[in-house]
């Protein structure tokens, strides 16, 4: 299987033993992604809403970086500081997408730095997708 590693646009440095996106097959893998400056690499800290939706822009740059849009994310893994955040994270999630929501896990989880969100997806991308090699 062939497997092409997808940058953020916009990330300056490497944080880490991983890539922000990989495509395998008709897929877009992208790993968790937090409430960042890209551009010094610090946690941006504000409300679950605030950083709910910083996090899913970087979600959406990267999915865009390989050709997609958000209209093709079809699953999100969402891992929140504090579970008693979930009513206003939901309402700032709900808010991104149109149409279709992704599928969804949303679990509490200890997260370091002191963030209350992180979040990863799956993106559907074969019909979007322009580096044939890999179709």
Do not use: W
């Not at 400056?37 to 390989?66: C, F, P, Q, R, Y």
């Not at 994270?89 to 969804?104: E, M, Q, T, V």
Request: negative net charge; contains cysteine; hydrophobic residues 35%.
């Amino acid at each position: 299987m062939l497997k092409k590693e997808v940058k953020h646009p916009d990330k300056q440095s490497h944080t880490g033993s991983y890539s922000a996106g990989v495509i395998a097959g008709d897929f877009l893998f992208i790993s968790g992604q937090g409430p960042l400056d890209l551009s010094t690499g610090e946690v941006v800290h504000g409300t679950i809403e605030e950083e709910t939706m910083l996090t899913l822009s970087h979600i959406k740059k990267i999915t865009e970086a390989a050709g997609a849009s958000v209209d093709n994310i079809v699953k999100c893994t969402v891992h929140l500081q504090n579970i008693q955040d979930f009513d206003r994270y939901d309402k700032a999630y709900a808010s991104f997408f149109k149409g279709i929501l992704p599928a969804r896990t949303t679990v509490q989880s200890g997260l370091s730095d002191g963030i209350k969100i992180e979040i990863d997806a799956i993106v559907y991308i074969k019909n979007n997708r322009t580096d044939q090699q890999f179709i």
